[in-house]
C-alpha cells in the first residue's frame, strides 16, 4: 500500500509500521515526496520491497548510528575446520566435524587465517587486525554428514587454515530497496541528520538494491557487510 505520509514531522514510526505489517513478497509503497526521518528505518524481515516512484526522498534529521538498516548484525560465531575443498571454483567442501549450528538455507562465511598473509601481487592491508577479514559469503544447499555443499564457487584458493564461520544469524532474505534517495543534508529545510552509515546492509542474501541514491553523508553512504547474491 502507499503510505501518504510525505512531508510529516517523523515518517519513520509509520514506515517501520507499514514494513512490520507487510507479508511475504508484499510491498511497501512510498509515492513522490520528502519522507522526514527523525528515527532509524530498521527490519529484518524476509521478502518484501520498499518501493519509491521517481522522486521519493528519505531525508534524516536524526542523530544515530545507521539512517535505514536491513538485516541483524552477526554475533559470536562458532568455526568448523575445513579440511578439503576450500579451492577456486569449489562449491563442495569437507568439514572436520558435521555441522550442528547451521542448516541448508543458511548463509556462512568461508574464510582463513590472514596472519603473515599477503604477497606483492596480492596485498593484504589489515588495519584492524581481524584474524578473519578475507572471506567469501555463501549459501548452503546442501549437507550430508560433514561434506557441506554451497550456492556460490570459490572466488579463491583458501589456504591459510580455512575455516567456516557461522555467525549464529539467520539471514535475511528476498530484501529490495527500490527508487528511494537517501540523504541526510538539505539546505531548503535546514535540517542536517548526523550518522555513521545512511544504509547498512548486513546478513542478507538474494536481495538488492536498484535505482537507489545515498547523498550527502557525514561518514557512510551505504555499507554492505556479510551479503551474498546482492
Same mark, same amino acid.
Given at each position: 500500500?502507499?503510505?501518504?505520509?510525505?512531508?510529516?514531522?517523523?515518517?519513520?514510526?509509520?514506515?517501520?509500521?507499514?514494513?512490520?505489517?507487510?507479508?511475504?513478497?508484499?510491498?511497501?509503497?512510498?509515492?513522490?515526496?520528502?519522507?522526514?526521518?527523525?528515527?532509524?528505518?530498521?527490519?529484518?524481515?524476509?521478502?518484501?520491497?520498499?518501493?519509491?516512484?521517481?522522486?521519493?526522498?528519505?531525508?534524516?534529521?536524526?542523530?544515530?548510528?545507521?539512517?535505514?538498516?536491513?538485516?541483524? &548484525?552477526?554475533?559470536? +560465531? #562458532?568455526?568448523?575446520?575445513?579440511?578439503? @575443498?576450500?579451492?577456486?571454483?569449489? %562449491?563442495?567442501?569437507?568439514? *572436520?566435524?558435521?555441522?550442528?549450528?547451521?542448516?541448508?538455507?543458511?548463509?556462512?562465511?568461508?574464510?582463513?587465517?590472514?596472519?603473515?598473509?599477503?604477497?606483492?601481487?596480492?596485498?593484504?592491508?589489515?588495519?584492524?587486525?581481524?584474524?578473519?577479514?578475507?572471506?567469501?559469503?555463501?549459501?548452503?544447499?546442501?549437507?550430508?554428514?560433514?561434506?557441506?555443499?554451497?550456492?556460490?564457487?570459490?572466488?579463491?584458493?583458501?589456504?591459510?587454515?580455512?575455516?567456516?564461520?557461522?555467525?549464529?544469524?539467520?539471514?535475511?532474505?528476498?530484501?529490495?530497496?527500490?527508487?528511494?534517495?537517501?540523504? &541526510?543534508?538539505?539546505? +531548503? #529545510?535546514?535540517?542536517?541528520?548526523?550518522? @555513521?552509515?545512511?544504509?547498512?546492509? %548486513?546478513?542478507?542474501?538474494? *536481495?538488492?538494491?536498484?535505482?537507489?541514491?545515498?547523498?550527502?553523508?557525514?561518514?557512510?553512504?551505504?555499507?554492505?557487510?556479510?551479503?551474498?547474491?546482492?
Amino acid at each position: 500500500d502507499a503510505l501518504p505520509i510525505a512531508g510529516r514531522l517523523d515518517a519513520s514510526m509509520a514506515i517501520n509500521s507499514a514494513i512490520s505489517a507487510a507479508n511475504n513478497n508484499d510491498v511497501v509503497y512510498l509515492p513522490d515526496g520528502v519522507y522526514i526521518l527523525s528515527n532509524a528505518i530498521s527490519f529484518s524481515k524476509s521478502y518484501i520491497t520498499l518501493r519509491g516512484h521517481t522522486n521519493s526522498i528519505l531525508m534524516g534529521a536524526g542523530n544515530s548510528l545507521f539512517m535505514m538498516k536491513v538485516g541483524i &548484525d552477526r554475533q559470536a +560465531a #562458532t568455526t568448523y575446520a575445513i579440511l578439503s @575443498g576450500a579451492i577456486k571454483g569449489s %562449491t563442495n567442501i569437507t568439514l *572436520s566435524t558435521p555441522p550442528t549450528t547451521f542448516g541448508v538455507g543458511d548463509q556462512i562465511s568461508i574464510s582463513e587465517s590472514v596472519a603473515g598473509a599477503g604477497s606483492d601481487t596480492f596485498p593484504i592491508i589489515n588495519v584492524h587486525q581481524f584474524e578473519h577479514s578475507i572471506l567469501q559469503q555463501v549459501v548452503v544447499t546442501g549437507i550430508s554428514g560433514n561434506a557441506v555443499s554451497i550456492s556460490a564457487p570459490l572466488m579463491w584458493d583458501f589456504t591459510a587454515a580455512p575455516v567456516v564461520i557461522d555467525c549464529g544469524i539467520r539471514s535475511t532474505v528476498g530484501v529490495g530497496l527500490e527508487n528511494i534517495i537517501v540523504t &541526510d543534508t538539505n539546505s +531548503a #529545510t535546514g535540517l542536517t541528520g548526523q550518522y @555513521g552509515f545512511l544504509g547498512y546492509i %548486513t546478513m542478507c542474501h538474494d *536481495s538488492w538494491v536498484t535505482g537507489c541514491s545515498f547523498q550527502w553523508a557525514n561518514n557512510y553512504g551505504l555499507w554492505v557487510t556479510a551479503c551474498s547474491h546482492m
